[in-house]
Structures are given as structure tokens and as C-alpha cells.
């Protein structure tokens, strides 16, 4: 599970085996990183799905994938709470959300943001919102085009989460472009009600100066 490539190795998990979650899992196979992929489901249920993709997607239980360092949450807004169970304590841990609450009403999330809300959920854990923006289409695609590479935006209130998984994002050959905070930058990629945040589906390319 493990990232040999980093001086301080890490592991990853994606939760979450739909459109994004495998999206997310054909970036790591890209760089050879291996990442375990979990759902509510027993892994033997998706594992030929798994496979296909790579030999470094490895398919476990809730239980197993949240052990990790990192761990990618690529549910339905809805089912978060579902995840957050998994453990009693989310501390040392990041959590990069990549869930997008279009059509919760505002006020089922008391007046927060998404990933603020999100947030509550993970006691102890560092959230990071990130990789939601681009539909599972883009997403899956090789961040390498036309020689530059494809944003992902990222938030968090943690400065070092967000140092964190900007490196990972880069790792894996996208460039990170960090917006702050997760009541202001956040507010920018999070959808609120029936109304998309400015930067959803904005598929930029930054390229090397």
C-alpha cells in the first residue's frame, strides 16, 4: 500500500468505486502508485473491475482501506456519514473530498459549505476539498496535454494538508492550484443547492513557464 517513491512513505485508499472513484484509481496505475479501493460492498464484488485497471488497485474492505494515510472520498455527498463511522477517531489522517453536494438544500448543511460540513463528520481528520471539479471523463484522462498539465483545485483550513496532497496531486501529473481556505476558496468548487461553484467543470491547463 505503500509509495516507495516518497522519501516519508504514504498509503492511499479511494472509497468510493463508481465513475470518480475508478477515475481516481487509473491516475495512480499512471504512476505506479498503489492504492487500495473500498466500498460498502465486499471486495470480491468489484475485484475483476479492480483488476482491469491495475495490479496496484487493491480491492478491500471499509475497514482495511481507511487505514491509510490518505484516503479519497469518492461517494455520493450523501453516503459520507456512512464512511465516517468507519473509525471513531480521523486523526493523522487527511480525507480529500471529492463529493459534490448538488441539490442538498442549504439548510440540511446549517449555512456551511459542503466540505465544511463534510468535515464535521471526520472527527480529528484534516479535510482537503479537491479533484471534484472535472466531470469522471476528464478526470480518467492523462493530466498530460498539449504539453502543460490539468488543474486540480484544492482547499482545506490545514495549510499542510493542502502542501500535502499538492504534492501528490503533482505526483501524479496534474498541477495543483491551491484557493485557501475551505469557507473561501472552498465556496469556489462547491456546489450550493442547484447552483454549481464558478470553477466546477473548468478544465485548465497550466503549462511550465
Known amino acids: 500500500m505503500n509509495n516507495s517513491q516518497n522519501s516519508v ?3 492511499y485508499a479511494i472509497i468510493g468505486f463508481g465513475k470518480i472513484g475508478k477515475a481516481l484509481a487509473k491516475a495512480f496505475v499512471r ?14 464484488s468489484f475485484a475483476s473491475e479492480a483488476t482491469a485497471i491495475g495490479p496496484r488497485i487493491i ?3 471499509l475497514a ?7 484516503i479519497f472520498l469518492a461517494v455520493r455527498f450523501e453516503s459520507h456519514p456512512d464512511v465516517a463511522k468507519a473509525l471513531p477517531d480521523w486523526q493523522g489522517k487527511i480525507i480529500v473530498d471529492v463529493t459534490n453536494a448538488y441539490g442538498v438544500p442549504p439548510e440540511k448543511l446549517g449555512g456551511l459549505p459542503s466540505a465544511k460540513f463534510v468535515a464535521q463528520a471526520f472527527t480529528g481528520g484534516k479535510l482537503v476539498k479537491g479533484f471534484n471539479h472535472l466531470g469522471a ?8 496535454v498539449h504539453g ?6 484544492l482547499a482545506s483550513d490545514d495549510e499542510r494538508a493542502t502542501a500535502e496532497i499538492g504534492a501528490l496531486a503533482e505526483e501524479l501529473g ?3 492550484v491551491k484557493l485557501g481556505g475551505l469557507s473561501e476558496g472552498g465556496q469556489l468548487v462547491q456546489a450550493q443547492g442547484n447552483t454549481w461553484g464558478q470553477l466546477i467543470f473548468q478544465d485548465l491547463i497550466k503549462f511550465k513557464s
Open 9 to 11: 512513505a504514504k498509503s
Open 31 to 44: 504512476k505506479d502508485i498503489e492504492v487500495s479501493v473500498a466500498t460498502t460492498r465486499a471486495p470480491e
Open 59 to 61: 480491492p478491500s474492505t
Open 64 to 70: 482495511e482501506a481507511v487505514k491509510a494515510d490518505v
Open 137 to 144: 471523463a476528464i478526470l480518467e484522462q492523462d493530466p498530460a
Open 148 to 153: 502543460g498539465s490539468r488543474v486540480v483545485f
Open 174 to 176: 496534474f498541477a495543483a
